[in-house]
């Protein structure tokens, strides 16, 4: 599907997958707030996720949402009582299909605080899933070079980073909801 055929304030799904194409996780609800060349914003709360085991919650606070096209990696902008936090997965470049957006979740995260502190999250769970599921050296070092990309990111406070951002995204949100 390409950005033409995106369409904004319609509700898409999202689904994680790992390396072995199985299921991860699953979001119900993401709302489409802008499209851009690079990039997709979403926006969603207290929307329900699915666990590969079948668990269910809820996420508890608004998020907004960034996909990248050719990035190796996807941001979550928490917007709690105490700040601006933010969940950054490390993942191969979405893909939408039939209303669903896509990706391969590879463990490591980072976890950005209010104050712009920052801490790589799952190192263990990554060089677990590297040797079971046989991730090539190509694969490993495209991952390692996106977390630093990430990571310079968050210190120049770049896109997603800025939280007027992200509170400019969640008042779009609020309007379309």
């Not at 690079?38 to 590969?52: A, H, M, P, Q, W």
């Not at 949402?65 to 969940?87: A, M, P, R, T």
Request: proline content about 2%.
């Amino acid at each position: 599907m390409n950005n033409e055929e995106l369409e904004i304030g319609k509700k898409y799904q999202i689904h994680s997958y790992k390396h072995n194409h199985k299921i991860h996780r699953s979001w119900d609800e993401a709302v489409l707030l802008e499209i851009n060349d690079d990039y997709l914003v979403f926006g969603n709360n207290k929307t329900k996720v699915i666990e590969s085991d079948g668990r269910t919650w809820h996420t508890k606070e608004p998020a907004i949402l960034y996909f990248f096209k050719d990035s190796w990696f996807n941001i979550i902008g928490q917007l709690k009582e105490n700040g601006i936090y933010y969940y950054c997965n490390i993942a191969s470049p979405y893909i939408i299909e039939e209303g669903t957006i896509k990706y391969i979740d590879y463990d490591l995260d980072l976890r950005v605080f209010p104050d712009g502190s920052f801490k790589v999250l799952d190192r263990g769970e990554y060089k677990y899933h590297k040797s079971l599921m046989n991730y090539s050296e190509t694969l490993d070092m495209i991952l390692k070079s996106e977390l630093t990309t990430l990571i310079e990111m968050v210190r120049k406070k770049e896109l997603a980073f800025k939280h007027s951002e992200i509170e400019k995204y969640n008042e779009i949100y609020n309007k379309i909801k």
